[in-house]
């Protein structure tokens, strides 16, 4: 209709431009007489499609009251404009009303040298990203009243409360917000840059649909007849709240209902910028400023307001349901353009995600060296430091990790180098109850180690790396991880350093690579041995002085590993 309206228009002017003029005029009298006929070219506006009607009409307004088509509106998504400028294919709209602030770091990233827009722009409207959810659910969990945060959203992800949820691809406007909103929130908790990220990546692995947008779970969701049926089927994901606004305003039989996720707000600025050759030509710049005060008009605002969106007060759109409430105003500082910056690099990196199938088994040092104190830490063991961080390491892995945990130690009542805790398999597959993860956590949050017990470390090395060996899998990167102080002592199962280093290089086959990453607790860990085993295997040894550190540490593993993520 919109399209329509805008052809007709230009239609129109075609008809009164070139009529066959009456013979009895002169030139000077047919111009006066067709005020379109010295009208310059229009003004090319292209808008973020979910914002076009309101461009559209905008447009319509100035284009009636001047007689001509002197604006010409399209809705087209970033990815489509910038794909067209980037291959030549056409000329840059005069004015660009794109949907977020970082698609204008895109154009940069993109257009290089030949980028027609500046970095910033002015926002003629905003709309927050939320998550939406069958309304039932939300009730039952109570998220109405107390909103999750993103980490309880991956946890109910994980826990299957949520057996579905999507965040689209990054060339849609919810796409786009959600890895935003994701590493957002992984940075605010996670000060080390390199765990917030692995922590995004995580939680992008365990996400069931990385590429659907979200008009089509929104159609899909409309055709559900109750909400456990939408839940099975569709899930929860990350909208618009302009787009979920439009949509409970049809009614449909399952309410979805916006959940705005606490610490962290994100939204769509729709920021309007002019190209370099419109911002140059007074006449084209003075037409693109027209619409644009236009838009920011009272009526203008009025008719931002009645499409969803918010205007310049941050009012949230009213909802014509009783259980659905829309979000009051949320007073949202301007990301800097550095901030903009970085994050351009995230959503590439997200983007660019393949799933990379994990096979790790971890050796946990369980001698009685483990019980000593941590000098600065206020007393705090090793293992208390292991104990502390597990939780949050297994928040690094994601959904297509295989997890196993040994501890060694040899103890009156532990006469073997090692004791398997958890066997290797599926980091979701059940083992009884619990998942696999679940399993994880109990384990190594409930490890204790055994006062007196020796370090039986060589050989119980030398015996992962045969048994991983044999289980290889060669669709998966296998690794050890090796948490200890690193001596070898005290147990019949010792040998001299130079012994096992000559085993476990005869063990290594290029055919099977199986970097072991060593973490060394405490400022006594003996990181020249763990330094050996990693170089031996390809691997990596870092030190571990407290949680934060070991969690540290495991991240600069998985980032050694994938550098992208």
Not at 222 to 233: E, V
Request: with cysteine; proline share 9%; net charge neutral.
């Amino acid at each position: 209709m919109i399209t329509f309206l805008v052809l007709f228009s230009v239609a129109t002017a075609y008809v009164l431009i070139y009529h066959r003029p009456d013979q009895n005029k002169t030139p000077e009298n047919a111009a006066a007489a067709n005020p379109c006929a010295r009208q310059p070219k229009p003004v090319k506006v292209v808008t973020a499609p979910e914002f076009a009607p309101v461009a559209a009409g905008i447009a319509k307004s100035i284009n009636d009251s001047r007689g001509c088509a002197s604006v010409e509106v399209s809705g087209r998504s970033a990815a489509e404009l910038l794909g067209a400028l980037r291959a030549g294919a056409e000329q840059p709209p005069d004015l660009w009303i794109a949907d977020s602030s970082m698609r204008l770091q895109e154009a940069a990233a993109a257009l290089g040298d030949r980028n027609p827009y500046p970095l910033t722009g002015a926002p003629v409207a905003f709309t927050p990203l939320v998550v939406a959810a069958p309304e039932p659910v939300a009730a039952q969990q109570k998220w109405s009243e107390r909103p999750p945060d993103w980490l309880t959203l991956l946890n109910r992800i994980d826990d299957r409360t949520l057996p579905k949820f999507t965040v689209s691809n990054t060339r849609t406007t919810e796409g786009l917000l959600g890895v935003v909103a994701v590493s957002a929130a992984m940075a605010r908790v996670n000060p080390d840059p390199t765990v917030a990220a692995m922590k995004t990546f995580a939680f992008r692995s365990n996400i069931s649909d990385a590429e659907t947008p979200a008009a089509t779970l929104l159609s899909n969701s409309s055709r559900m007849p109750n909400g456990q049926q939408a839940l099975a089927d569709v899930g929860a994901f990350v909208v618009t709240e302009q787009a979920l606004w439009a949509y409970d305003n049809a009614r449909p039989a399952v309410p979805y209902v916006p959940l705005y996720p606490s610490g962290t707000l994100v939204q769509a600025d729709y920021p309007a910028v002019l190209s370099q050759a419109a911002a140059a030509d007074r006449q084209l710049a003075e037409r693109a400023n027209e619409v644009l005060a236009a838009l920011r008009s009272p009526d203008g605002v009025k008719a931002v307001a009645e499409a969803g969106f918010r205007g310049p007060e941050q009012q949230p759109p009213v909802s014509v349901l009783p259980n659905v409430r829309f979000a009051p105003p949320t007073p949202m500082a301007a990301p800097q353009q550095g901030d903009l910056s970085q994050v351009a690099k995230m959503v590439q990196a997200w983007s660019d995600y393949k799933p990379m199938p994990f096979r790790v088994l971890i050796l946990v040092d369980g001698s009685g060296s483990m019980n000593e104190p941590v000098q600065g830490t206020g007393g705090k063991t090793k293992a208390d430091i292991m104990r502390a961080s597990s939780v949050e390491t297994t928040q690094l892995l994601g959904k297509t990790t295989e997890v196993g945990v040994r501890d060694f130690a040899v103890s009156p009542t532990q006469k073997g180098p090692w004791v398997e805790r958890v066997q290797l398999g599926a980091l979701e597959a059940k083992v009884g109850d619990l998942s696999r993860k679940e399993v994880v956590v109990k384990t190594l949050t409930g490890f204790q180690a055994q006062n007196g017990a020796g370090t039986p470390l060589y050989r119980t090395v030398l015996d992962a790396v045969a048994d991983a060996q044999k289980q290889y899998n060669p669709a998966a990167f296998n690794q050890i991880f090796l948490l200890t102080d690193g001596k070898d002592e005290d147990t019949p199962f010792s040998m001299s350093k130079q012994t096992f280093l000559t085993q476990l290089q005869k063990l290594q086959n290029p055919q099977k690579p199986l970097p072991i990453f060593a973490v060394g607790y405490g400022a006594n860990a003996d990181m020249a041995t763990l330094a050996d085993i990693a170089k031996t295997t390809g691997g990596l040894a870092v030190p571990s002085l407290d949680p934060g550190d070991l969690i540290k540490a495991i991240a600069q593993i998985l980032v050694f590993v994938r550098p992208t993520g």
